[in-house]
């Protein structure tokens, strides 16, 4: 017997599983939870770690390549910055920041105090990650 034969009949063929986007989403979603594990989320789900994991960093690339360039600006020679906007702003009421930002089905609007912009911007890029 040829040893395609012997292997065809000992292994027989077996139909691959498909997952919706919908499940491979939620899927993803469920490992960038705080404190997820890959492994976990798959036995729970019935998966392969590999196959969920290959999810988890192809949905990490598509965001790396969804993020807004970054753009690099300088004042212009001909338009002198006045030195009173380099003195310390007036204690006056500033409109807060506000971002909308979405993530796969999450979605976040904040609003932060103009004072704290520091701790916007790492809340942010924490929850980016």
């Known amino acids: 017997m040829p040893m395609t034969e012997l292997h065809s009949a000992v292994n027989p063929p077996t ?3 498909r997952y919706s986007a919908q499940f491979k989403s939620d899927a993803v979603q469920a490992c960038l939870a705080p404190g997820a594990v890959i492994a976990h989320v798959a036995r729970q789900l019935g998966i ?3 196959m969920l994991g290959h999810w988890v960093n192809r ?3 598509q965001l790396a390549q969804d993020k ?3 753009v690099l600006w300088s004042p212009s020679e001909r338009e002198p910055i006045p030195d009173q906007a380099l003195s310390s702003p007036p204690q006056m009421h500033r409109e807060p920041i506000r971002v909308s930002c979405s ?7 904040i609003e932060w105090p103009v004072s704290d912009g520091q701790q916007c911007a790492e809340f942010l890029r924490e929850w980016l990650r």
């Open 15 to 17: 139909s691959r599983r």
């Open 48 to 50: 392969n770690y590999k």
């Open 59 to 61: 949905h990490r690339r």
């Open 68 to 70: 807004p360039a970054f």
């Open 103 to 109: 993530r796969g089905n999450q979605q976040v609007r």
